[in-house]
């Protein structure tokens, strides 16, 4: 990310420290977990009725499949085409397809509730994150903010994601820029009905998740659990 000067910042937490979210340590401190269930959700069906993901699969970085919300397909990350890109395929195994080309590489797909578009942020090469949102049938991508770990209102009308400061939201079409909703928070998520937003902030010694109202005000902490050994 940059600012209004031009210089590279990157998000910050409640402390004021950088956010260290950088995809190859992300992947090192979860990539046991993230195989175990990629292979679980990939298999389809148990050891009896298990189907491999499609022709030209094996011996690729599959990863971080994630369900379309009728069921009927998942979209995955994968280095197949020799670059990582975003992929779906029907959930009986066939018809694997590429969602476009990828110059960075994709992190954290995210179906909208209707199942026609897909959030997604990428990192480039000089380590930049921005979030995107494609459609699932076509090529169209669309720029919405610098950012990372994007989720859907459950009306697929907006995007709440990391960005500069904290918790922001930004609408889905693009037709306005970013607004701050929680500052200094790290991760949000509003609840299927949209009545509450949680989100989860990080002190000097503890994380904390907070339940709020839908624009981020009236939060209150619900959890409380020391800061992780490997920060």
Request: hydrophobic content about 35%; glycine content about 14%.
């Amino acid at each position: 990310m940059t600012d209004g000067a031009g210089r590279r910042v990157r998000p910050v937490d409640g402390t004021g420290r950088a956010l260290r979210h950088s995809p190859l340590r992300l992947r090192r401190r979860v990539g046991a977990l993230a195989a175990a269930v990629t292979a679980t959700a990939l298999a389809l069906g148990g050891a009896a009725g298990a189907r491999e993901m499609g022709p030209g699969c094996a011996g690729v970085d599959v990863s971080y499949p994630v369900w379309s919300p009728d069921g009927r397909r998942l979209v995955f990350l994968s280095d197949r085409g020799g670059h990582p890109g975003l992929y779906v395929i029907d959930a009986e195994g066939s018809g694997v397809r590429p969602l476009g080309d990828f110059p960075g590489e994709p992190w954290n797909p995210r179906w909208s509730p209707d199942g026609t578009r897909i959030v997604f942020y990428e990192t480039d090469a000089e380590g930049e994150d921005h979030v995107w949102v494609l459609d699932v049938d076509g090529e169209a991508r669309r720029l919405l903010a610098p950012g990372i770990w994007p989720t859907w209102s459950p009306d697929g009308s907006r995007v709440l994601f990391t960005g500069e400061g904290g918790l922001s939201v930004v609408p889905a079409d693009g037709s306005a820029g970013p607004r701050l909703l929680v500052p200094g928070a790290l991760y949000g998520t509003l609840a299927p009905d949209g009545s509450r937003l949680a989100y989860i902030a990080r002190g000097e010694t503890h994380v904390t998740v907070y339940l709020a109202e839908p624009d981020g005000t009236r939060s209150r902490p619900v959890l409380t659990r020391p800061r992780p050994i490997w920060e």
